[in-house]
């Protein structure tokens, strides 16, 4: 089979691995891939939101099978446009997207059919949102509707912080477009965790639980990120948690999507806030989360390509989704300076130990060198049966990644150490 698969982040990285182990798998193309991918699959340079090429690639060299990754092609109706030349596609098309490309549009699907999240209010006009701002609970989160990178969300600690982020939003559009609607919610608390799950519309089946680790620095301070390292499974989604989730969260999920002419087809990820009410959702993203799919992907024991095209024919029940009970840890190697500002183009090299567990995000080929082109560079993951050996086994991975510039978190795992500890 000819694979096609639209990205080119660590992610992407992950799920080339894990397809390239079914032996029907002949040939991945990845559309644009990455240095480091290069290693495990044809790179093309198309980047992965022009949608044309992507189809044109695809028809021309006859793909049997797609997979859409990111957030952009899939909001942009990439799947749309593979399917209507007659290339099945794991992903959802554009109109199910949505759950993730609109923060309006989410937040209004969850009160319509009851599933929890942070009470809210959605703003069209900024004068409007500032008044609200008045009296408004504090702290307070301040989101812009669309897709900003991740940069969108304002936790504010005092109304000037959060009418600040609303002028910022609104009046400057720092984030475009996307900030013609916001949302202002209810600020939660408790531990986050992170659900992937496969679904073909019909029935859901979630991943191991995995917990991200958001801020730049040691102890969750500094700025968000896309992603500083991961574990699985998280010691807050216990079994209890899980059963309230599928029950109130994930199956209404997958029903209101159908009732609105919507049905969701491929990952769909719930970010939890484990609240003192019970678990609530923070967001939906309509694909594999990163760096999450990097420590779940490891622990899948079922063929992935089979569960990916079972989600698409809508076979998904009939279909094992297996994961192993062990654990696993990725650390995140970034260029000092992220998320801000750091400087590239640095040579990488990785032991032949370190560059098996790695999956490689901002890197290029460059005269035969892999050298550093993003902010987060690596991802370095190890297995282990307990947590406390998967976080000592992919810190010491990590000593074999090396270039100028490195850095990462020292704290990976800890908090999830800690909780089990509590229990
Ligand atoms: P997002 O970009 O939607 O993933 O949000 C980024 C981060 O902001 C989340 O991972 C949470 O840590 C935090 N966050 C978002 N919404 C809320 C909320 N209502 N209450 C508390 N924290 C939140
Ligand atoms: N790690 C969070 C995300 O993929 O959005």
Redo the contacts with the bound molecule.
């Keep these: 089979m000819k694979l096609l698969v639209v990205g080119g982040g660590g992610?992407e990285h992950a799920i080339i691995k894990s397809l390239k182990k079914n032996p029907s798998v002949t040939e991945i193309y990845a559309l644009p891939g990455n240095g480091g991918i290069a290693a495990d699959a044809a790179c093309v340079p198309i980047g992965a939101t022009d949608i044309e090429s992507i189809v044109a690639f695809a028809v021309e060299q006859r793909i049997d099978y797609a997979v859409v990754a990111p957030d952009d092609p899939l909001v942009l109706g990439c799947v749309d446009a593979l399917e209507a030349k007659g290339i099945p596609c794991f992903g959802p098309r554009a109109n199910a997207a949505i759950i993730e490309g609109s923060k309006v549009f989410s937040k209004n699907l969850m009160k319509k059919y009851g599933i929890p999240t942070a009470r809210y209010e959605v703003f069209d006009d900024m004068a409007a949102a500032l008044d609200y701002l008045e009296t408004a609970p504090i702290p307070t989160v301040v989101k812009a509707d669309g897709l900003a990178l991740?940069k969108g969300v304002i936790i504010a600690q005092t109304r000037e912080e959060a009418k600040t982020a609303v002028r910022d939003m609104m009046e400057s559009h720092v984030f475009g477009k996307s900030g013609d609607h916001i949302v202002i919610e209810e600020f939660l608390t408790g531990p986050e965790v992170?659900v992937l799950a496969f679904t073909d519309g019909k029935v859901v089946k979630p991943m191991v639980s995995s917990m991200?680790h958001?801020r730049a620095g040691d102890g969750d301070t500094g700025l968000n990120t896309?992603?500083m390292g991961?574990i699985a499974p998280n010691p807050y989604y216990t079994d209890a948690v899980a059963q309230r989730c599928m029950e109130e969260i994930f199956l209404p999920t997958i029903a209101a999507m159908n009732a609105e002419g919507r049905t969701f087809k491929g990952c769909l990820?719930f970010?939890l806030m484990i609240t003192p009410d019970g678990p609530k959702v923070i967001?939906y993203?309509c694909?594999?989360?990163?760096?999450?799919t990097q420590v779940v992907l490891p622990l899948l024991e079922s063929d992935l390509l089979t569960v990916m095209r079972s989600c698409t024919n809508g076979t998904l029940a009939d279909t094992e989704v297996k994961f192993s009970g062990r654990h696993a840890c990725c650390v995140i190697t970034a260029s000092a300076g992220y998320p801000v500002s750091y400087r590239k183009g640095f040579e990488i090299t990785m032991t032949p130990e370190a560059a098996a567990h790695t999956y490689v995000a901002g890197a290029k080929l460059e005269n035969g060198k892999l050298v550093t082109s993003g902010g987060r560079v690596t991802g370095t993951t190890a297995v282990a049966d307990t947590l406390e050996e998967a976080i000592r086994e992919a810190y010491r991975l990590c000593e074999g990644v090396r270039f100028e510039n490195a850095c990462r978190r020292s704290d990976i795992g800890a908090r999830a150490l800690q909780a089990r500890k509590e229990k």
Excluded: A
Excluded at 287 to 292: A, L
């Design positions: 992610r991740g992170s991200d958001k896309g992603g991961t990820y970010g967001e993203n694909r594999f989360g990163d760096p999450e």
